[in-house]
């Protein structure tokens, strides 16, 4: 079966450039310059997917057009590129619609190709062999009544050095090596991500490898297919091996691989570089939960308290919880948490050498140190993750019923905000 057609509005310079980006993928591109020719292809089409709209240059035509797509039975989206002031009108027309995206100039046309691609996955219009990077494979979800969505968990602070990749790595271990999950490490750090590396796996093949490839054999994989296996089991995932090759990790292809992963793994565990750029605001949209690495000191706790405020304004203020590491070093988790205002999920002591000598054969502590009391730590966290996720397993006692959205936080020291 033929993939979908893409209807296009755009200026010939870059609709000569889209078409050919949508024609090498599979996809049919179809021109249209007015609102009377979108009326006549509906009229005689029923495979159109995606309608690609001019909203900058001519947004009254765009709207017209924009109509069509909706009108009667018709929910086809649309992808518009349009200028920040257009936004308001959008919204204000009160046409916009959750399958709707918007994008701005300047752009690439190998990007907007990835766009559609996701589009057409969400709207449940699938390609042809149902193989898009977006999608996991037949064999690798379990479609069972039983079968649970994964759960994705970040780890964030807006600080280096506080100890995110350590925790990342070992909670991936532990969950995987002790409790028998399925488990997808994901390392987002572009610039200096060490995922790979601290667990002794080198030249592994990225994900901006694996979508450069699919522009030329056409062959699109899962995140679940690019991933390697550690020893360990866990399956351990690298966006790219350089900050230089990163215009193919559209961040929301990216979004949407990662969402997708949770039909073939329990957990997908999210190591991120600290910023707030594109990549990781979209990641954190997805999140079910996302872990805070704060060492006791002044500028991790000051970063902590800086990504509350913004968690707010991102609408995710209630995912967060923090994880108090090095928390032997004299500074009280009450007195943290009062001062960052999150509630702490866990404390992980000191124990640095343990974690650099485990990196160092290419392990985790979990498996490298398992009667170490900080792996005790290590799985008192994944014991509280996993309580979130399945109220019943555990019941607590200890003032987290309230993180994650568990319920009332009862801890007395964690000031409301």
Not at 248 to 267: F, H, N, S
Not at 337 to 342: D, N, S, Y
Request: net charge negative.
């Amino acid at each position: 079966m033929p993939r979908s057609a893409v209807a296009i509005s755009l200026p010939p310079v870059e609709l000569a450039a889209v078409s050919a980006q949508l024609a090498e993928a599979g996809y049919e591109p179809l021109e249209i310059a007015t609102a009377d020719a979108l009326e006549e292809l509906l009229n005689t089409r029923r495979d159109i997917g995606v309608a690609i709209l001019d909203g900058e240059n001519d947004f009254d035509k765009t709207l017209e057009m924009y109509a069509l797509l909706h009108e009667e039975d018709r929910n086809i989206p649309a992808l518009m590129v349009v200028a920040a002031r257009a936004l308001d009108r959008m919204s204000l027309a009160g046409r916009a619609r959750v399958n709707d995206e918007y994008f701005t100039r300047p752009y690439s046309a190998e990007s907007l190709r990835w766009r559609v691609e996701a589009m057409l996955i969400r709207a449940e219009v699938p390609p042809d062999d149902m193989s898009s990077g977006i999608m996991e494979s037949d064999s690798q979800i379990d479609s069972s009544p039983e079968a649970r969505r994964g759960q994705i968990v970040i780890v964030f602070n807006p600080k280096g050095g506080v100890g995110k990749t350590t925790i990342a790595v070992n909670v991936a271990a532990l969950l995987q090596v002790r409790k028998g999950q399925r488990v997808l490490l994901v390392d987002c750090d572009t610039v200096t991500g060490h995922v790979a590396s601290s667990l002794g796996m080198e030249n592994v093949r990225t994900v901006a490898d694996a979508w450069t490839e699919a522009l030329s054999t056409g062959v699109v994989e899962s995140f679940a297919e690019i991933a390697a296996t550690h020893h360990n089991g866990v399956s351990v995932l690298v966006m790219a091996e350089s900050p230089l090759h990163t215009e193919i990790l559209d961040p929301k292809r990216v979004a949407e691989a990662i969402t997708a992963a949770r039909r073939a793994y329990d957990w997908v565990v999210v190591d991120m570089h600290p910023d707030y750029g594109p990549l990781n605001q979209v990641i954190f949209e997805r999140a079910d939960k996302i872990i805070v690495p704060v060492t006791p000191d002044v500028p991790a706790i000051r970063a902590a308290v800086q990504f509350r405020e913004v968690a707010v304004e991102l609408d995710i203020r209630e995912r967060l919880a923090m994880v108090v590491n090095r928390a032997n070093s004299g500074v009280s988790v009450s007195d943290m948490e009062r001062t960052v205002g999150m509630p702490a999920l866990a404390e992980v002591r000191s124990a640095g050498m343990l974690f650099v000598r485990a990196a160092n054969e290419g392990r985790s502590a979990v498996e490298r140190f398992p009667k170490e009391k900080v792996i005790d730590d290590i799985e008192s966290l994944c014991n509280r993750l996993i309580a979130t996720r399945d109220p019943g397993v555990a019941k607590t006692g200890s003032g987290f019923m309230g993180i994650f959205g568990g319920g009332r936080n009862t801890n007395p020291s964690v000031r409301a905000s």
